[in-house]
């Protein structure tokens, strides 16, 4: 039996409890029932030092970055949970985007899908429009749909699960549409 595409899933914010890093459980899901592997990193696969030319002077790039590259370079597509901190994508996410877009770019050739959860009453509308301008600037196919969580702090229960079953849907149906499309080819269009 063939393998299924591989999906790397993360969330662009490092807090403990991080609403974002709860959702991707359900993508990350709707993926695996697509019949993708998914890998699923940790904040800590974000902890890279801030962008500096500089560092990639000579040529390679420190450690971390080394790593989180591969794993980019690895997989054909990226499930990616983003906060909206005023307004737009996280300062983890942004870096993490840079390095990965530096020649030669690990993001060529790649889907992704984003989504978000966030307390305020815009469900991460804004910083998904601002991820979607930095994915496509440098490569990457993005799913045109979405899936935003409004009023997070509302939206789990105690054990950390959504309440709302049409948002677990939700979800679970964006995991499964990335993998549908990294099937379709979508990112070579």
């Known amino acids: ?17 991080s609403f974002n890093r709860m959702l991707l459980r359900y993508a990350t899901l709707g993926a695996r029932e697509a019949g993708a592997e998914v890998e699923e990193l940790g904040p800590e696969h974000l902890m890279l030092p801030l962008y500096d030319g500089d560092l990639e ?6 450690e971390p970055v080394a790593a989180w590259r591969a794993k980019i370079r690895q997989c054909e597509g990226l499930l990616i949970a983003s906060p909206e901190y005023n307004h737009g994508i996280s300062g983890v996410l942004k870096n993490a985007i840079d390095w990965a ?9 790649k889907v992704a899908a984003s989504f978000g959860a966030t ?20 490569g990457v196919w993005v799913v045109p749909r979405t899936v935003l969580i409004a009023r997070a702090n509302e939206a789990f229960d105690a054990n950390g699960e959504l309440r709302d079953p049409r948002q677990v849907q939700a979800l679970t149906s964006l995991g499964r549409a990335l993998v549908q499309a990294v099937r379709a080819g979508l990112a070579d269009v």
């Not at 877009?101 to 050739?109: D, T, W």
């Open 57 to 62: 002077a000579n040529g390679s790039f420190p």
């Open 119 to 138: 307390p305020g009453s815009q469900g991460t509308a804004r910083s998904q429009m601002s991820l979607r301008i930095c994915l496509s600037a440098v």
């Open 1 to 17: 039996m063939p393998e299924g595409p591989r999906i790397l899933a993360f969330a662009g914010s490092l807090r403990k409890g």
């Open 101 to 109: 877009s530096r020649p030669p770019s690990v993001f060529r050739g």
